[in-house]
């Protein structure tokens, strides 16, 4: 069984600095991470995805991931906040014994400050 | 091409109303989801189909039956619903429903029950 865990329901950011949004997860067996983009009124958009190739995941808009197996995190950051990264952030798990079952955090609410 | 189509975009029903949702994707992707989301929540699985048939049902209440007539097409067929199921239903789709495999979300429609 898998189960994440968003630290932040809400992080609050300047524009053009850094952003951190953290996530830890627990899983049974290899996990499949993902972060997830949901800007109001939208459907969820993929960032990017880690499945065991690289430890740091790149995606869209600047942001990435470092999977920490120790840690059992999975925390995404962008250099430099843009004010149209004011959304909610999901951090997702899944893994072999899912189905097809994504296991959600709670989201942290991204607010960006001129 | 990684997009999910979904329509209607908004739709206001009565509790006596039948309506239908529909979904969309030219992926070539054999499985396909609806999830409901509630206001400041993560979205909650309701079903999954794998190769046109139904495998997941997460205890979803019988006023709401989907249907998928081909591996292109997720309908959502809603009766007697009562405004506690107004929320946002997303699909979703990936190539295949196991675990690991990356969910493409269509934009969504928002559901008022009056």
Redesign the interface.
Known sequence: AQSVTQLDSHVSVSEGTPVLLRCNYSSS?SP?L?W?VQHP??????LL?Y?SAATLVKGINGFEAEFKKSETSFHLTKPSAHMSDAAEY?CVV?????????Q????TQVVVTP | D?E?T?TPKHLVMGMTNKKSLKCEQHMGHR?M?WYKQKA????E?MF?Y?YEKL??NESVPSRFSPECPNSSLLNLHLHALQPEDSALY?C?S?QA????????????T?LLVL
Not at chain 1, 104 to 107: C, D, H, I, R, V
Not at chain 2, 40 to 43: A, G, I, Q, S, V
Not at chain 2, 97 to 108: A, D, I, L
């Open positions: 067996y499949s993902f997830y009124n939208k459907g969820l958009q993929l995805k499945t999901f899944t893994g072999t014994d899912s189905w097809g079952k994504l959600f955090g709670a989201g | 990684t999910v979904q499985a989801y400041k929540k993560p979205p699985l999954v794998s495998s997941i997303l979703a990936s429903s196991g675990g690991g495999e990356t969910q493409y979300f269509g934009p969504g928002r």
